[in-house]
């Protein structure tokens, strides 16, 4: 039987980048989606009823939500070539805590550096920066989060790369020197196919950001 894969995603979404990433990394092959979030397809709507959100990976008719969730599944299911978690369960354990870590930390502190300013903002930078900082250090001298291989925090953080630009931009810092090893870290995934085609250019999502602001009037 062939195998049908579709991703329902938005271009600059950071967690749909995740799956795009983990499927090329599985050489999978599937349709994508692009979703007008302003206008959700009755597609959407119906695969994912509880959050309505992407990005949504149906395969063979059944949805998976949830990016973490879907890298996970997409690992189990096509666990022959480029595992992503480690066999070892508290190896596995500690990659989904860090993984968790950038969901609940990163994401937020990242939103809050462009859309707002001042004090707030300053706030917001001081903490984004503390962050990463700790992520870095967890990082190490390894060449990737989960040693000599790409894996699955790779996967889960190398997605804000393609909006530290914006980040930086909007709240006028450098990420480079401050974290510099995570900086090398990123250039070294986005030397994989699989990164470089999956991540949108940064440029491109600091104007989309730009207009974003403009929407929620953040000036």
């Not at 050489?27 to 397809?41: A, P, Q, T």
């Not at 859309?115 to 870095?136: D, H, R, V, Y």
Request: aromatic share 14%; net charge neutral; charged share 30%.
């Amino acid at each position: 039987m062939a195998e049908e894969v579709v991703l329902l995603d938005f271009w600059p979404s950071l967690f749909g980048m995740r799956s795009r990433i983990a499927l090329a990394e599985k050489g999978i092959k599937y349709e994508y989606k692009e979703e007008d979030l302003r206008n959700k397809s009755a597609l959407l709507l119906q695969m994912n009823p509880v959050h309505k959100k992407i990005p949504v990976l149906i395969h063979n008719g059944k949805p998976v939500c949830e990016s973490l969730i879907q890298v996970q599944y997409i690992d189990e299911v096509w666990h022959d070539k480029a595992p992503l978690l480690p066999s070892d369960p508290y190896q596995k354990a500690t990659v989904r805590f860090w993984a968790d870590y950038i969901d609940k930390k990163i994401y937020d502190l990242g939103s809050r550096v462009w859309k707002t300013k001042g004090e707030e903002q300053a706030t917001a930078k001081k903490e984004f920066i503390e962050s990463l900082k700790l992520i870095e250090k967890e990082l190490g001298d390894k060449p990737y989060f989960g040693g000599e291989s790409f894996g699955y925090v790779d996967v889960a953080f190398i997605p804000f790369y393609s909006w530290f630009y914006a980040y930086e931009k909007c709240g006028n810092f450098s990420i480079e020197a401050e974290c510099p090893k995570l900086i090398a870290w990123a250039k070294r995934c986005m030397q994989k196919e699989s990164v470089a085609k999956s991540l949108p250019d940064q440029q491109k999502v600091y104007d989309f950001i730009l207009q974003m602001k403009k929407h929620f009037g953040i000036e």
